[in-house]
């Protein structure tokens, strides 16, 4: 692993936060030098022989999911010390229980990449040991082959003025109300070398909103959210979510509503990425309020973590 002299590993989840860099006294987490897995992903190519040819014709490529070997230094004062540490970073790692996130934080501008990571083995018996040292080689997996960084972009779109409501003239039975939709629009920039997944949230008063990555792909919803309400759309690859939440109720798990057959057809959240580069949104909506906002938020994305 050859990341620079001023970059921390950083292990967190729910359960706690550690930085794998020792103190003064040497106390502490480190990450040795032999650490592996931070690069870029391995590529996976579909082969089809080719019947009565030489060779294979080349089908889908893509970057797959991986390995890591974590080797991590632990020093303390006292066996119940490292005992304590142990039992912090088991906590933290969360066995058997989801993802924890790896970092590479610059300690000098705070920014740096990260990827979410399971834990498989290496916690069951040390490489080697001391009475204040012990030496654990961690084995983890990550879904997602890219990096991503710390640091997010974002962009927030108010509804558009020219947004209105009315009456169709002459009036009709039954009477039809005509709405014009405005747009606009803004830059938003993924400074990474991979495209990036966007989530997508929507601040009522708001019906029907649309968003639009120009030349990429556009996102409709059906339905409307009340004033208090704010609908977020995560394309996380692992399991994307659609959820609606209340800003004058306690944002608990029981309190959000599933959002899903709001999504319109032909959406998608496979679709919610973004190339490299500068692209711009689009934001349609109805709200004869003018307060209702849609706000697009991304990682810089990389092939490795270096």
Known sequence: MNHLPHQVAVLESEHGRIELARTRPGIGYRLTDDAEGFGAGLVENELTPRLGRRGSMRGTQREAAGTMMLPIVISGRSRAEIRAMVTELTRVLKLAQGTARLSLVDQETGE?????IAYTSGLETPAWSSPTTVKYILDVDYMDPWAYSTEHGQVTIPVAPSASGGLIAPIKVPI??????GAADRWGTNNGEMPAPVTLRFDGPVSDPEVT???QWTFRVNGSLEWDEYLVIEPDLTEP?????STTRPESWSQRRAAYTMIATGSRLSDLVMPPGQHAFTFRAYDPTYTATMTATWPHTYQSMQ
Do not use: F, H, P
């Open 112 to 116: 740096g990449r990260y990827r979410d």
């Open 213 to 215: 990555l120009q030349g």
């Open 241 to 245: 979510t659609a959820y609606v939440y």
């Open 176 to 181: 039809r109300v005509a709405r014009s939709v």
